[in-house]
């Protein structure tokens, strides 16, 4: 590779791009008729001995339905989500509203931080008020100061 394509590859990674979202709410009705209506027709095949209808109904049913679902994102005012498809970007969704997104994506709100969205770790109150006679980590583990040591 020269570093000209070094370069381009470099800056296609800075440009934001836009997903395209389709409208969640039309996507979240039709799922639902479409699970429904397959429910109904495997029910209706497995009366009538129906081998196929009953497959594509179990199918639609079981795996695709709810794949589906996985690809429904709700956006707060002032929220933005980065999309990465298999570690790769995808595209970045923006403005309030409900989405519907390629459902293999993952989401990532770029306000969070990795280590407290996951963990869930917080600064209890106890921790806070003894906080002025030393330091409080994140876990909440209390450091004495070195004033405070005889």
Known sequence: M????INNERKMHYEEIDPKPKNGMLV?????ALMIASGLG??????????FLGF???????LVGPI???GLKI???????VLTLFGKYYGTLRGEGF???NPFVTAASPGESSLSASS??????????GAGKGKTNISGIHIPSKKNIP
């Open 120 to 129: 869930g770790a917080g600064v209890s109150l106890e921790a806070m008020a």
């Open 42 to 51: 495997f029910v209706l095949a497995v009366s009538n001995g129906i081998m």
């Open 75 to 81: 956006l707060k005012p002032n929220e933005a989500l």
């Open 28 to 32: 979240l009705i039709l799922n639902i």
């Open 2 to 5: 020269t570093d000209i394509e």
């Open 56 to 62: 594509v109904a179990a199918f639609y049913f079981f």
């Open 99 to 101: 989405f519907f997104v």
């Open 68 to 70: 589906l679902f996985a």
